[in-house]
């Protein structure tokens, strides 16, 4: 299976990567840095690495990177810093997602290809109407205009839901929701579920980086997975225990 990634040098993009090139998946990853991202991993033969960034790719390259594969999975997000957060551009992930999509219409698949996005619990899925407290969506609303980033996730994830839909013949969908990010060095145990189960804001959980790549690795090669979790919004909480 051929799967483009996108986000890829990031830190959870990294272990997405790991995770599928241990499956023995063919890997396409968009990076602005190439060479050391291919020393990371030992210039494995499955992995093709594809210098530049996914905003600037010209839309005729970005349509060839898509040909071919069966899943495209997005681990983008801004940086944790002044410029990242309030600088430009503000619909990084919003907008590479509307190009991917685009460029996977054009290549006129011959069966649909899942599309991976990596979100925030602290987003929530309103085909569901998930409960959300007074207190909470009164923080959610400051944070939405306080911190561009979270508008930018909550637009990506609508536009998967909504543009895209349940019916869409190219494009399958899955926004996977991990609450607060951790690291940990090996896979443990992780729970998923439909919604949030505690508060993103009050009663937060954690979730590792690690253990996210795995779940998005599994949606994309598990068949039986992905008929589970196509169309939702899983939210990944860590569980103490290994797996």
Known sequence: MAILVVGASGATGRLLVEQLLSRGQQVRAIVRAPE???RLFENNENLSVIPGSILELSDGELARHVDGCEAVASCLGHSLSLKGIYGEPRRLVTDAVN??????GESQPARPVKF??????G?????????????QKVVVGLIRLLVPPHLDNERAADF?????GHGDGLIEWAVVRPDTLIDESVVTEYAVHPSPTRSAIFDAGKTSRINVAHFMADLITDNGGWLKWKGR????????GPL
């Open 116 to 121: 991976v996005l990596m979100n925030t619990t």
């Open 160 to 164: 998967l839901r909504t543009r895209i």
């Open 36 to 38: 050391p991202f291919r």
């Open 123 to 135: 987003n929530r899925n309103r085909d569901l109407s998930e409960p959300i407290s007074w207190a």
């Open 99 to 104: 190009r991917l999509c685009t460029a996977i």
């Open 233 to 240: 919004m899983p939210v990944v909480y860590n569980v103490d």
